[in-house]
């Protein structure tokens, strides 16, 4: 494994990550029992992850923490998030703080490393700045989280304008972002930020449905190309993404996905969510492979730059 810096915060993080939520929630979307959920946590532990990173709504704290329980408690990072639900139904901050304090029970521990406001929108962010923001900063100084971290909602906010507030303030350590091959839009928004305050970033959303599903991306491509926004090329190929094997060096196209990711300047921690054993072995050694050729690179950029909230929508969404 490779571990690098959280922006600030002084964790040293493997830079996989194993999500707990996203479309498999460890399997529990789609009907893995308890104990296979635990042995997807022990198997990315095997393969030296040490950064986990859940949600009181994934419904999967309880495993993780079961799962982690005989761990030491320094040998991992665990990151969670609490949700400040509806418009007009927002978490007051006493909801908030008892959202933390379930999130610590669930996951045995007395203390989260990184607790996050989680998809926060733009609408919402000065109300969590005034009213949420004071008391979790009081809530961290009886150590019941280490630092403060807040995550992006992509499909409402595929340009991160929330994000791009966020920065103004510098209560927020550590940022969730939705980065990847097609939605590259947060190179020049978010990480040129992040780099320059050395704000710690976790990045989603590299393979999600776009690229695991392969009906989804042809139908993503073909109506991209339809609509001027891809070059025709990309419609005459049964795999539209074929160079990035031919050119660029990978075996498959989640395995570019991943590099992708891996290699931006910026982004520290690639998460990577599975209920399939094979998948998370075959992810972790992808996301520490080299970079793809600069050919294929190139391309990337050339080709898709321009592109943004693409695939961000969940499949039952499309
Ligand atoms: N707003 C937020 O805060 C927010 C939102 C979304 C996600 N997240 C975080 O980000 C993490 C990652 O979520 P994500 O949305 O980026 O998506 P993801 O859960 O990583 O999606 C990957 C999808 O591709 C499949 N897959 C993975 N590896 C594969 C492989 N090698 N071959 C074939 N299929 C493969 C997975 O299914 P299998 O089970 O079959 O492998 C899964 O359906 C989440 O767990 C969560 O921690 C946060």
Avoid at 128 to 136: N, Q, R, Y
Avoid at 200 to 221: H, N, P
Wanted: proline fraction near 4%.
């Amino acid at each position: 494994m490779e571990f690098t810096s959280l922006g600030a915060t002084g964790l040293q993080v493997s830079v996989a990550g194993l999500g707990c939520g996203g479309n498999s929630r460890l399997g529990q979307s789609t009907g893995s029992t308890v104990a296979e959920s635990i042995s997807i946590i022990h198997q990315a532990l095997d393969l030296g992850v040490n950064f986990f990173d859940t949600a009181e709504v994934y419904g999967t704290e309880k495993i993780l923490g079961t799962a982690l329980h005989k761990v030491p408690r320094d040998s991992v990072i665990i990151s969670t998030k609490c949700r400040i639900p509806e418009p007009r139904n927002l978490h007051s901050a006493s909801q908030i703080v008892a959202s933390l304090e379930r999130s610590l029970r669930n996951l045995q521990t007395d203390f989260v490393d990184v607790f996050h406001l989680h998809a926060v929108q733009r609408r919402d962010y000065e109300y969590v700045c005034d009213e949420l923001v004071p008391a979790l900063l009081r809530e961290r100084e009886k150590g019941k989280f280490s630092h403060l971290g807040i995550t992006e909602t992509p499909p409402n906010d595929p340009k991160h304008l929330m994000l791009t507030h966020a920065f103004e303030d510098e209560c927020w350590e550590v940022v969730m972002v939705g980065f990847h091959m097609m939605h590259q839009n947060a190179r020049d928004s978010v990480f040129a930020r992040t780099l320059k305050k050395n704000i710690g970033t976790l990045i989603m959303f590299a393979v999600r449905s776009i690229f695991s599903d392969s009906a989804y991306l042809s139908s993503t491509v073909e109506k991209l190309v339809a609509d001027g926004k891809l070059a025709e090329k990309y419609n005459h190929s049964t795999n539209p993404f074929d160079f990035l094997l031919k050119e660029g060096g990978a075996t498959s196209i989640i395995d570019a996905a991943y590099r992708y990711v891996r290699h931006e300047p910026g982004a520290n921690v690639v998460l990577f969510g599975s209920g399939n054993p094979a998948h998370v072995e075959t992810n972790v050694k992808s996301i520490l492979k080299p970079p793809l050729s600069q050919m294929a690179l190139e391309r990337i950029g050339e080709d898709m730059s321009h592109l943004e909230d693409i695939g961000l929508d969940l499949p039952r969404n499309r």
